[in-house]
Nanobody
Framework: QVQLAESGGGWVQPGGSLRLSCSAP???????LGWFRQAPGKERQFVAA????????FYSDSVKGRATISRDSARNTVYLQMTTLKPEDTAVYYC????????????????????WGQGTQVTVSS
């Protein structure tokens, strides 16, 4: 199973930016990598995803226009750049990998993702 490791979380003031990283020991050649987040007392929710075949990208409405998902194949890393952060973005952010090239109707669900990282905390407050 793919081992994923997130990094880049931390504290940031409202309006600030962060870049989260998701790394693996092997290349991201196929399948789908997603970013999810979970705030205290809430369900894990979809943030963004990239499908490695064709590099299609998907975003939740809550981050669209403020988030960019990208890949660096040489570093086996997928990034989530987030700007104009809001207090409601505060959560633990997880990256997850599916071996499948997911279609839109399933890409936002946690079920198809087989491997998960440990998460990285993002706190947005003044």
């Amino acid at each position: 199973q793919v081992q994923l490791a997130e990094s880049g979380g931390g504290w940031v003031q409202p309006g600030g930016s962060l870049r989260l990283s998701c790394s693996a020991p092997e290349r991201f050649n196929s399948g789908t990598l997603g970013w999810f987040r979970q705030a205290p007392g809430k369900e894990r929710q979809f943030v963004a995803a990239i499908r490695f075949s064709g590099s299609s990208k998907f975003y939740s409405d809550s981050v669209k226009g403020r988030a960019t998902i990208s890949r660096d194949s040489a570093r086996n890393t997928v990034y989530l750049q987030m700007t104009t952060l809001k207090p409601e973005d505060t959560a633990v952010y997880y990256c997850a990998k599916s071996s499948l090239s997911l279609i839109l109707s399933s890409i936002t669900s946690t079920a198809p993702y087989e491997a998960w990282g440990q998460g990285t905390q993002v706190t947005v407050s003044s």
